[in-house]
């Protein structure tokens, strides 16, 4: 199977994988994953082709990783895993919608603060996640959604909106 730096092992080929190495069955991963017992086989099947290597050892009572499919088991739960803790970035259970607002200490003190109980109590149900610090911070990287800073305003790449103007006496 080709599988060039440009193609990525499919995901729902490890979602497969991950459910049969969990519970020892594919009959038990299927049951797992609202799916049938041959969709698992096939996928773990496609799996193996793409890897061009067994990953679990079949016997009458289910199944058991070979090697490879251990070492591959242990990253796919750290993906899973890492996947799993990020996940309350984007969206809460409940459905709040979370934005992420990086500001320096004197603009979220005397500016923002005030502002925060009115944004918190708004019926849409917006839950603000405050980082307070001076570092510029990267908004790509870090997850920040909207960042309120001094300065002129004008960064590449960005959409800059002037809110106050500040002077210093």
């Known amino acids: 199977m080709d ?14 994988f991950d459910a049969a190495a969990r519970t020892g069955s594919f009959s038990a ?17 496609k799996l193996e082709d793409w890897l061009g290597l067994k990953v679990f050892e079949r016997g009458a009572r289910g199944v058991t990783l070979t090697n490879e499919g251990n070492r591959l088991h242990l990253r796919t739960t750290e993906a899973f895993a890492l996947i799993s803790v990020d996940s309350d970035r984007w969206v809460e259970p409940r459905g709040t919608a979370v934005v992420r607002l990086a500001s320096i200490p004197s603009v979220s003190g005397l500016w923002l603060m005030p502002r925060m109980a009115t944004l918190e109590n708004d019926p849409t149900r917006l839950r603000i996640v405050l980082d307070v610090d001076n570092r510029q911070a990267d908004l790509a990287d870090e997850g920040i959604d909207l960042s309120v800073r001094c300065g002129r305003g004008r960064i590449p790449g960005r959409v800059s909106v002037q809110l106050f103007e500040e002077h210093l006496f």
Request: net charge positive; glycine share 4%; no cysteine.
């Open 29 to 45: 991963a299927a049951e797992k994953l609202n799916l049938t017992h041959g969709a698992v086989s096939r996928q773990i099947a």
């Open 3 to 16: 599988h060039s730096s440009n193609t990525m092992l499919p995901l729902e080929t490890l979602r497969a």
